[in-house]
């Protein structure tokens, strides 16, 4: 137990709150939900932050709600959007909520004795509710001078394209949400990021017009990095939560290779270290930041916190193998995930023949040389490595028996230029 608002607050997490929201906290046992758009099959990174609002709240002994939206997925919020999102079926939304569910419960505990958390749909009564209960339970509190006053609506109408109806509708229907809540389960804060700020005070004005209830908001900073990028945006795509849209290895990458500017505020987002850890781990930051001590302690604690100790294990075991380790014990799916990123080349099985190609041969053939000249002045130098086992003789000859699962040739020269030959 701790106090909800004080935790996130050292940690970074308040970016702007409703008056009295520190004494509603204080004084009771509060229910709070945040909202999860299903657009598509897994959550990425940018999700974890919410997610880990919920955690906390979880452990300062509050009931955490997680909204997953397929009624409001129907939607789509036009916050941020410079555009109108495409539309999902029923079907894709439905089959999309099914992993989101499975995510969520990797942080949040749903059988806790005392505070379990929930986690509901707001298709449930969206879907449910009519044009007319719509227009008279909801429109009529809400003025259009009010509404076209929102960041998100006002700077979509500045644009040529314009709002369509059906959007400048979703800040209703997300304010019927924190009703409905209310309602049920007396939920009485609504968590999300800075740019739902307006979105969420629509649903307290609704919230206060119905039932004369005060309720409260916390909403969280959108991150960005020390570089200026948007937190979770990387060369190779979305860091998605699922494993097998984003690998443990790569999730564990994406946070080891954390910027020295960015990575205490990490730790203070993405786990559950103590303050006095994680400034141990800053000042072991400042004093020899070539050990990285702190982005491989953050890149531990959250791959495990989301996909468990043996996938850490394995994403440790792939990440040493990619930094010269002995390749032992990783089937094809993993050796292809390590190297996925590395220049590749094909060879037949006929090239390498009975004794197996000449290794100046099949470095000019893949690519990692231009001449056998060169190929023999580095191995000579020793900086040629097959398998990551340094080559001590120019006259090594590389045969079906060196390729992993027959298929598989790992080639290095220097400290980290991989190359990947592939046996068809």
């Known amino acids: 137990m701790h106090n909800f608002f004080q935790e996130l607050e050292w940690r970074g997490f308040i970016h702007t709150s409703t008056p009295g929201v520190q004494e509603h906290l204080a004084k009771n046992k509060v229910t709070a939900y945040i ?7 897994s959550l990425h990174v940018g999700s974890l932050l919410p997610i880990m609002g919920l955690v906390h709240l979880q452990r300062a002994g509050h009931i955490p709600i997680a909204i997953a939206g397929g009624g409001t997925g129907m939607v789509g919020d036009p916050s941020g959007k410079a555009q109108e999102r495409k539309l999902l079926s029923i079907q894709d939304i439905e089959s999309n909520l099914v992993g989101i569910k499975k995510q969520l ?24 509710l009519s044009m007319m209960e719509f227009l008279r339970d909801v429109g009529k509190y809400f003025s259009v001078n009010e509404m076209l006053a929102k960041e998100s609506v006002r700077a979509r109408i500045e644009q040529e394209q314009g709002m369509s109806f059906t959007e400048f509708s979703y800040s209703l229907l ?17 968590m999300g990021g800075s740019d739902q700020w307006g979105n969420i005070t629509s649903g307290i004005d609704l919230v206060r017009r119905h039932k ?10 959108l991150i960005t990095t020390s570089s200026g990028v948007k937190f979770g945006k990387t060369e190779g795509g979305t860091i998605w939560l699922d494993a097998e849209r984003t690998s443990p290895y790569k999730f564990y990458q994406f946070w080891f290779n954390t910027d020295d500017r960015d990575v205490v505020k990490y730790l203070k987002f993405f786990t559950l270290m103590t303050k006095d850890r994680i400034n141990e781990l800053n000042n072991l930051q400042k004093e020899s930041p070539e050990k990285r001590e702190a982005q491989i ?25 990619f930094f010269g380790g002995e390749i032992t014990d990783v089937n094809e ?58 080559i001590a003789e120019v006259e090594k000859r590389v045969g079906i028996d060196d390729a992993f699962h027959g298929k598989f040739i790992v080639m290095r020269k220097g400290a980290r230029n991989y190359f990947l030959i592939q046996v068809t």
């Open 174 to 190: 997300q304010s019927y949400d924190y009703l409905q809540l209310y309602n049920r389960y007396n939920c009485t804060i609504q």
């Open 212 to 221: 004369g209830a005060e309720v409260h908001a916390i909403v969280f900073p």
């Open 333 to 390: 799916k993993e050796l292809l995930d390590i190297f996925s990123d590395v220049p590749s080349t094909e060879i037949s099985k006929d090239q390498l023949g009975g004794l197996g190609l000449p290794v100046l041969d099949l470095m000019v053939t893949a690519g990692i040389v231009k001449s056998k000249g060169e190929a023999r002045r580095m191995i000579q130098g020793g900086g040629v490595y097959l398998n990551n086992v340094r």
């Open 105 to 128: 419960s990797q942080f949040l505990d749903f059988k806790a004795k005392d505070n379990p958390a929930i986690l509901v749909n707001n298709a449930d009564w969206l879907t449910k």
């Open 35 to 41: 909202g999860f758009d299903p657009t598509a099959n």
């Open 297 to 321: 302690t953050l890149a531990q604690e959250v791959t495990k916190m989301l996909h468990g100790e043996a996938a850490l294990n394995q994403a440790i075991k792939a990440t040493k193998i």
